[in-house]
């Protein structure tokens, strides 16, 4: 049971990770953000992370993503993947990246296979093998070593003991893995975000080697990413029919911030973007979205508000709702009630959303 060290109301739904409770956040945004913030700072000093986005003067801007930091010599940026030596950035690149990966035979557990060509009828013939499940095929799962967001609730939180290790895989070592059998390629992590350099420069040679047959590029992402690299991701992932998945995790900017550290402005001009482009296909959809149903942060009113925003780009982008198991500094909650989970199910449908459905359902409790 955590403690709300603002109201002092104690609850099984209040987690000491970001030490505030959901009403606190609400009402006193700026003092919950404060406490906050300091276990953010706590988190990332961990794994020797640096414990906020840094704008030095005199430094080096990086405009990768929302954080845009300006790095002085001898640091990192917020991602831990870029170093200041010497007045010129250093380490990961369009040719060299941190990440590991693995065949994941399809259909599999992707937060798009309900809709996706991998996992279901959708875009066959055009970019799937089988009118249905591509069985006896594989999804080249890519996983980045580092993110652009300290989610304090973080799933894959493991990937921080990875970011500043010196090990860096080349392009062509990735693309080896591309084999007969793979008919798509998912970035994930960590996030893709802060090595879209790589990732979009080894899907370009994956596709030109490999044109003759079908490839799908796929993302999940926070979405975090300058616009030009967004771009670049839907050209790429709406050619080969693949998907990019968001993960939509709070609609108020406050609470956002409290779970990441970080703003979702980015995020959210971001989806609209991809999202009103993604018209142009609709058989598969180039966009989904997601949420984490986090106990006693994400509610009724979160859902209600990111729903009501996806409807006004398009009702028809397919949205899950996901079941939360306990992680990182969030490992004090519960899992997700089968009651939460139905109320803000029957929410986004009430919004207007025409293709809505529940995610790990195991997990409801």
């Known amino acids: 049971m955590g403690r709300c060290n603002l109201c002092n109301r104690s609850s099984t739904t ?5 030490g505030v409770c959901l ?27 640096p414990p906020e986005p840094p704008h030095a003067q005199d430094g ?7 954080n845009e ?51 279901s009828d959708a875009g ?65 992590g960590g996030d893709p975000t802060p090595q879209l350099p790589f990732a979009l420069n080894a899907s370009r040679q994956a596709v030109k080697r490999h044109r003759e047959r079908i490839l799908r590029i796929c993302y999940e992402t926070n979405g975090t990413m300058n616009r030009a690299l967004l771009g670049e991701m839907i050209e790429l992932s709406g050619q080969t029919g693949g998907t990019i998945k968001f993960d939509l995790k709070a609609w108020d900017d406050t609470l956002h911030r409290v779970l990441t550290g970080v703003t979702n402005e980015r995020t959210i001009e971001n989806f609209a973007c991809a999202g009103a482009r993604g018209k142009k296909r609709t058989s598969p959809p180039l966009v989904v979205a997601s949420t984490l149903l986090v106990p006693g942060y994400i509610d009724e009113v979160e859902i209600r508000g990111i729903a009501k925003f996806i409807a006004s780009i398009d009702p028809e982008i397919p949205y899950s709702l996901l079941a939360y198991y306990p992680h990182f500094y969030m490992s004090d909650l ?14 986004a449908k009430a919004e207007g959303l025409q293709r809505v459905r529940l995610g790990n359902v195991h997990l409801l409790r």
Do not use: M
């Not at 209040?14 to 970001?18: F, H, N, Q």
């Not at 080096?60 to 929302?66: E, T, Y």
């Not at 035979?105 to 309900?114: G, I, R, S, Y």
């Not at 939460?340 to 029957?346: G, I, K, S, W």
């Open 23 to 49: 009403q606190c956040i609400r009402k006193r945004p700026d003092e919950a953000l404060e406490i906050a913030y300091e276990t953010h700072r706590k988190s990332r000093r961990r794994f020797g992370l």
């Open 69 to 119: 930091c300006s790095i002085p010599e001898g640091s990192y940026g917020y991602c831990g993947l870029k170093r200041n030596e010497k007045g010129r950035l250093v380490g990961v690149s369009s040719q060299v990246g941190k990440l590991s990966w693995y065949h994941d035979p399809l259909p599999t557990n992707c937060v798009a296979d309900w809709v996706c060509p991998g996992g």
């Open 334 to 347: 519960s899992l997700t009630t089968r009651d939460l989970a139905r109320r803000c199910l029957e929410v």
């Open 60 to 66: 080096i801007k990086c405009p990768v993503c929302v």
């Open 14 to 18: 209040i987690s000491g990770g970001p």
């Open 124 to 188: 066959y013939p055009q970019y799937s093998y089988t009118k249905g499940p591509e069985y006896g095929y594989k999804n080249l799962a890519v996983f980045f070593h580092a993110c652009t967001l300290n989610c304090l609730y973080c799933q894959n939180w493991h990937f921080r003991e990875e970011t500043l290790k010196p090990d860096t895989v080349k392009v062509e070592e990735l693309l080896s893995a591309v084999d007969a059998r793979t008919s798509c390629i998912c970035y994930f």
